[in-house]
Structures are given as structure tokens and as C-alpha cells.
Nanobody, 126 residues
């Protein structure tokens, strides 16, 4: 069984920063990409950012580009999301995810990912 465990969420004022971490554990699995989605109350789960596990390719949602940075530590099986200049509209539950099979581009749809963490709450106050 593969487990993805997120940490680092919390409450922050607008303009502040948070760093989310996601550690993968359990059985060895092929890992094409890992990333983050978020879901606000009453809204659909939306893509935030993802990175290929090998190579430097990354992809960001337009709403976070320039403010969020995704990175990974292959040795620790961990992916990070550095979130700067946070806005109230960034408030959501953030989910770590992993995709095990190859694709020509990093997918944006949650249905294209195999594994999910339990989520961590990020709340940005105005």
C-alpha cells in the first residue's frame, strides 16, 4: 500500500507564507509525477502544481504561478510546496497526489492521478 502524508498546513495572514510537505511511504511504486491539488468548500478539486519525479519539468496553475514553488527530494521521497504571498482565495484543503504512469505532459485532472493523501487545511485570513 502506498501512503502519502501531508504536513505543514495552518492559519496565516494574507501576504504570508507556508510550506507544505508530502512524504511517500509504503511499497515501491513507479512514480511519474507528484503534485498538489486543492479544494475549497463548495468547489471542485483543482490543480495547483506538479513535478515529474525524474527531470526538472514542473507545471503550475495560473492562479499560483509566481507565488508557489514545487520541489522534491528524491532521496526522502518527499515533495514540497512553498507558498508565498498567500491570498484569502488560497484557502482550501490541499491534497498531495502521485501519478504512476507516463504521459507526455503533466496532467491537470484529478482523475489522472493514482494516489492521494488525506489533505491538510490551509487558511489565509484577510
Amino acid at each position: 500500500q502506498v501512503q502519502l502524508v501531508e504536513s505543514g498546513g495552518g492559519l496565516v495572514q494574507a501576504g504570508g507564507s507556508l510550506r507544505l510537505s508530502c512524504a511517500a511511504s509504503g511499497r515501491t511504486f513507479s512514480r511519474y509525477a507528484m503534485g498538489w491539488f486543492r479544494q475549497a468548500p463548495g468547489k471542485e478539486r483543482e490543480f495547483v502544481a506538479a513535478t515529474r519525479w525524474s527531470g526538472g519539468s514542473t507545471r503550475y496553475a495560473g492562479s499560483v504561478k509566481g507565488r508557489f514553488t514545487i520541489s522534491r527530494d528524491n532521496a526522502k521521497n518527499t515533495v514540497y510546496l512553498q507558498m508565498n504571498s498567500l491570498k484569502p482565495e488560497d484557502t482550501a484543503v490541499y491534497y498531495c497526489t502521485a501519478r504512476s504512469f507516463w504521459s507526455s505532459t503533466i496532467p491537470l485532472s484529478p482523475g489522472e492521478y493514482d494516489y492521494w493523501g488525506q489533505g491538510t487545511q490551509v487558511t489565509v485570513s484577510s
